[in-house]
């Protein structure tokens, strides 16, 4: 009996253990984890060879080299220089002073003009001389702004203006001066039309102030001996820049800035003009203008160099005008000013017909 007791006993143990394994989980082992293959060097894996980055045409060397002076970097001597400039220039004809402030109308034009029979007269002889070299003779101001316009009216009574209040000069600066008006012309109808196609707010202001963008042009040649020549056909805005501060130790911007102040002209156009330079020599990405008169000032930049060229250079189909060419420093950076001021336009109405038919026939009527 005993015996039969202690079997039972084992037998039971057994069954209880074998429950017990049963109710437990197994836990899988771990997977061996497989070798990773070597890391091959790079001695032996072909890498291609990373392609070059295109930042677009190198910057022309003329642009390289040019260190466009502004009024802040100018020393004592300098300053007295500019000074100097404006004192010799005389007081402005009152006829002036109002073109800065309006005369938008063929209106307001005619009845600040007809007044005064003397400058009617220089009006007509300087429009109807062969430095304009007009097809039709003009026979009135009426006439003239008909023929051509409010906004080339007003450069050449600006003009006429000037002539009444300073010296006949040598024939060479007779000459310079008379491009220089002309290209002023040409800019200034160019920056009227340009405003009214973008639907700017403000066309005819855009006009005056590309008119008055010469102004410190007008004051060199005057007023710096031997300067003239900066103003010779073939010379482009690079060199007659260089020339300028070689001569003068300033520029046209400068000198023509402080006229405008002397002169108590409008804040902003004393302003459009001290800046009229910044897109011939500064990066697109580092134009320092806000939005809105950064536009401003990219528009008159683009119609003076279409005056510019017209009238030193021979354009006669705007469509020409090179934008980023590395040939032609003086507009190098001007198709990157377009689109970063939000002009992206621009470059398709130099291409419309339209467009190029209105400024082409202005460009034949005032360069000849």
Request: proline share 7%; hydrophobic share 45%.
């Amino acid at each position: 009996m005993i015996y039969g007791l202690l079997i039972a006993a084992v037998v039971g143990v057994v069954l209880l253990v074998l429950l017990r394994s049963r109710g437990r989980k197994t836990t899988a082992a771990p997977p061996v984890a497989k070798a990773k293959p070597p890391v091959r060097t790079r001695e032996l894996i072909e890498v291609p060879p990373e392609e070059p980055s295109v930042d677009g045409p190198e910057t022309p060397e003329a642009l390289r080299e040019l260190r466009l002076l502004r009024a802040q970097d100018l020393d004592a001597a300098a300053r007295g220089r500019v000074a100097g400039i404006c004192a010799a220039m005389p007081e402005p004809h009152p006829v002036q002073t109002r073109l800065a402030r309006g005369l938008d109308t063929p209106e307001e034009l005619m009845a600040a003009v007809v007044s005064d029979a003397g400058l009617t007269a220089t009006i007509l002889r300087t429009v109807n001389s062969a430095a304009f070299g007009l097809s039709t003779s003009i026979t009135s101001v009426q006439h003239a702004i008909n023929y051509l316009g409010v906004s080339v009216v007003k450069g050449i009574v600006s003009q006429a203006a000037l002539a009444e209040r300073t010296e006949t000069g040598t024939p060479a600066q007779q000459r310079a001066l008379a491009c220089v008006w002309k290209s002023a012309c040409i800019a200034s109808f160019v920056a009227q039309l340009l405003g009214k196609e973008l639907g700017l707010a403000r066309p005819s202001v855009l006009a005056t102030k590309s008119l008055f963008f010469n102004l410190g042009d007008v004051a060199l040649i005057l007023a710096v001996e031997d300067i003239e020549g900066a103003y010779d056909e073939g010379i482009g805005i690079v060199e007659r820049v260089q020339r300028q501060q070689v001569a003068a130790g300033v520029n046209t911007a400068i000198v023509g800035s402080a006229l405008a102040e002397a002169w108590s002209l409008p804040a902003e156009l004393v302003v459009a003009i001290e800046t009229g330079l910044i897109p011939l020599a500064t990066p697109p990405a580092e134009h320092p203008m806000d939005p809105a008169p950064r536009q401003e000032n990219v528009i008159l930049y683009l119609a003076s160099r279409i005056g510019d060229r017209a009238t030193y250079r021979g354009l006669r189909d705007v469509s020409e005008l090179p934008l980023g060419n590395p040939e032609e420093p003086g507009t190098f950076y001007l198709h990157g000013h377009l689109v970063a001021a939000g002009l992206e336009r621009v470059p398709a109405l130099l291409e419309d017909a339209g467009f190029q038919r209105k400024v082409n026939r202005m460009i034949e009527t005032l360069a000849g």
